[in-house]
């Protein structure tokens, strides 16, 4: 049979089943598929996504069958071939970046789910269990993190969501429990993703009408791994999107990781069902390394790079540096260049001198609204989570108003960002504060030495 009367049968095919379905269902489940080969006893059918392939086989088997039967005759076999991104992207049309992947089987054989092909993991190499120091910052989350790697997808611990300022090792965690899984489950499709690739690779599906393959994509995973995940605050649609995958992985106990620079109840801007389902699991801290555990940290750092530093100077730094591990690490960086460059030792005066380089960094890092609204509860001994509810207490109201003020002061958010960071408000809720809180600032001292005070520390 030539390739013109195979296609010429799967038209006759398509004409009937357009009589026999909703136009938009035609054309968003069959007007893609294409017809690849006929040999005469079996016929090869193009389809564009594994969602596509689930659908035709949990609702239009029956139909398809019939219609087969009649344009290419009793008993034909019916083979998919499905395009499977090995790349962590979208699913691709026949043609374009992607691997092929045959499923073959009678019309008459009932689902079956096609093998999918090999994933990359996007595991960061460098971060397993063994070059992760344990103190007693993070003793207790690597413990529960060992635990998930030997029996990911146990209801207690999924998902696990680790939490913690940056720099405290929540990346090294999350891709060691990952390696260790490859490890223990090799068949088990693991996957380390960023928030903000997942948003980039959501948005470009929507651009390209690509939801449906996306979604279907993650549903795949075995443990997924979102780093970050703080970065989906006031990002609607992708929390919902987020919302499904979640769903499906958690109701087949496959595991999922995420980790956040603060606690589920601090994440404003989050939906609270989203919320809800982060605490279902275990929810662990990890929280600024101790100086034992900084000056191990550095002892493993200069061993590991082949340097060598007096005790003292690692007793310095330890005790100076103590906001991130990612910050000790800067310093020793620092510290051999200039030992380098100017062909001098690691001394104490070279490590003063790196360390004052360094806390000024620090000092210049730029506020979030977050920080800010964080440091106005603290301060007022407000809960956040009040911040976020309809209540119209005075003292919850002034709060968020003072922390939208300040946030539009010392941050370049948008107002409508703000908005929804503090409180779930929109612009206008914003500005209205701004407004109320310049005009008691004119007229009530003691206010305006509570604002004062904490600008102060905002700037500290």
Aim: glycine share 6%.
């Amino acid at each position: 049979m030539t390739d013109n009367n195979h296609v010429e049968l799967w038209e006759n095919c398509l004409l009937i089943i357009k009589d026999n379905i909703a136009e938009a269902t035609y054309n968003t489940i069959f007007k893609s598929i294409v017809p690849v080969g006929f040999d005469g006893a079996t016929l090869t059918l193009g389809v564009p996504s594994r969602f596509i392939y689930e659908i035709l086989e949990e609702h239009y088997i029956d139909l398809l069958s019939k219609v087969i039967y009649r344009e290419y005759g009793e008993g034909t076999k019916l083979v998919y071939r499905i395009l499977v991104d090995k790349e962590n992207k979208i699913t691709n049309d026949e043609g374009s970046v992607g691997k092929e992947e045959e499923k073959g089987k009678n019309i008459k054989d009932g689902n079956k789910t096609p093998k999918m092909e090999e994933l990359d993991s996007r595991l960061i190499p460098r971060y397993r269990f063994d070059n992760f120091i344990e103190g007693v910052s993070n003793k207790l989350t690597r413990s529960a993190g060992e635990a998930v790697a030997q029996n990911p997808g146990q209801e207690a611990f999924n998902p696990f969501f680790i939490y913690g300022p940056s720099g405290v090792g929540k990346t090294h965690l999350a891709n060691a429990i990952g390696a260790r899984v490859k490890e223990l489950y090799p068949n088990k499709r693991v996957l380390y993703v960023s928030a903000h690739l997942f948003q980039v690779q959501y948005t470009n599906a929507v651009r390209e009408n690509k939801v449906n393959d996306f979604i279907h994509f993650y549903q795949t995973i075995d443990v997924l791994i979102i780093d970050d995940i703080q970065e989906f605050a006031t990002l609607t649609k992708t929390q919902n999107t987020f919302f499904h995958i979640f769903n499906h992985l958690h109701q087949l106990g496959k595991q999922l990781i995420m980790t956040s620079d603060r606690s589920p109840m601090m994440l404003q801007g989050m939906e609270d069902r989203m919320l809800t389902r982060f605490k279902w699991g275990l929810v662990a801290e990890m929280e600024k390394p101790n100086v034992d555990l900084r000056k191990s940290i550095l002892r493993k750092k200069v061993y590991h790079d082949g340097l060598s530093f007096p005790d003292r100077v690692i007793d310095y730094i330890a005790e100076n540096v103590d906001e991130s591990v990612r910050d000790l690490e800067g310093v020793v960086n620092s510290l051999m260049a200039r030992s380098v460059v100017f062909n001098r030792d690691v001394d104490m005066d070279l490590a003063q001198l790196v360390v004052r380089q360094a806390a000024r960094i620090v000092e210049n890092k730029p506020l979030s609204v977050e920080d800010i609204l964080e440091k106005v509860c603290t301060h007022y001994g407000v809960d956040s989570a009040a911040i976020a509810s309809k209540t119209r207490k005075r003292e919850v109201v002034q709060v968020r108003q003072v922390a939208m003020y300040l946030a539009k002061k010392y941050t370049e958010a948008s107002s409508s960002k703000i908005g929804k960071l503090i409180g779930k408000r929109d612009h206008a809720t914003v500005l209205h504060a701004c407004t109320v809180v310049a005009s008691q600032l004119d007229v009530d001292k003691k206010f305006k030495g509570e604002v004062e005070e904490l600008e102060a520390s905002l700037r500290h």
